[in-house]
């Protein structure tokens, strides 16, 4: 059961162009998003998160929206960079101390 | 950010044997230590989570007799993983959380581990 999903394993976007990566989640008892980098061989690094009180947040080139109703969230990066290619992934907690559920990734890649 | 430390980044051991892996928050106390697996191509899967000075919380399916968990100190936890098999082949990735840092976890870079 996949509580959290990326549905595209994939993503190329031309430098420059904006990026939108995409998650869905089923459980209603999360409360706390966020997204993740990773490279191959590499732990994730944390980019930004936002909580169930918010619908946006931002942090330089990334902004992520949380639409609570539709239990979707989604990551913008504008303008996308080439160093931005590596793999995406959201997660969820049901607070901000809990134990993550990462989705299966989105990999981007930002051409030049 | 915070950093945590994860070593080693990749051990190739025999069946058999058991190999530890150490994770270790450099400069804060990790009130709780998550351990994950990573498969090629896939998602994280949560091991287990551990608590300084109690029991780790194993997820379903995770043997725990197979992987030991300690988290002796607020800023090192250790997976042991015993009687390796060539099934246990994988990317492991440890990640620690403090109360006083907000909700993000941050993670170690990962250790390949290859039984042959």
């Known amino acids: 059961d996949q509580q959290v999903k990326q549905n595209s394993p994939s993503l190329s976007v031309q430098e420059g162009r904006i990026s939108i990566l995409n998650c869905d989640y089923t459980?209603?008892?999360?409360?706390?998003f966020l997204w993740y980098k990773k490279y191959p061989a590499e732990g994730p690094t944390f980019l930004i998160s936002?909580?169930?009180?918010?619908d946006k947040n931002e942090d330089g080139r990334f902004t992520v929206f949380l639409n609570k109703s539709a239990k979707h969230l989604s990551l913008h990066i504008v303008p996308s960079q080439p160093g931005d290619s590596a793999v995406y992934f959201c997660?969820?907690?049901?607070?901000?101390?809990?134990?993550?559920?990462f989705g299966t990734g989105t990999r981007l890649l930002v051409s030049p | 950010g915070a950093v945590v430390s994860q070593h080693p980044s990749w051990v190739i051991c025999k069946s058999g044997t058991s190999v530890k892996i150490e994770c270790r928050s450099l400069?804060?106390?990790?009130?709780?230590m998550f351990w994950y697996r990573q498969f090629p191509k896939q998602s994280l899967m949560l091991m287990a989570t551990?608590?300084?000075?109690?029991?780790?919380?194993?997820e379903q399916g995770v043997e725990k007799d197979k992987f030991l968990i300690n988290h002796a100190s607020l800023t090192l936890s250790t997976l042991t993983v015993t009687s390796a098999h060539p099934e246990d082949s994988s990317f492991y990735i440890c990640?620690?959380?403090?109360?006083?840092?907000?909700?993000?976890?941050?993670f170690g870079q990962g250790t390949r581990l290859t039984v042959v």
């Open positions: 459980n209603s008892m999360f409360d706390y």
């Open positions: 997660a969820a907690s049901p607070t901000g101390f809990q134990k993550l559920v």
């Open positions: 551990s608590n300084e000075g109690s029991k780790a919380t194993y």
């Open positions: 936002i909580s169930s009180i918010k």
């Open positions: 990640s620690a959380l403090s109360t006083l840092l907000g909700g993000e976890a941050f």
């Open positions: 400069d804060f106390q990790a009130t709780t």
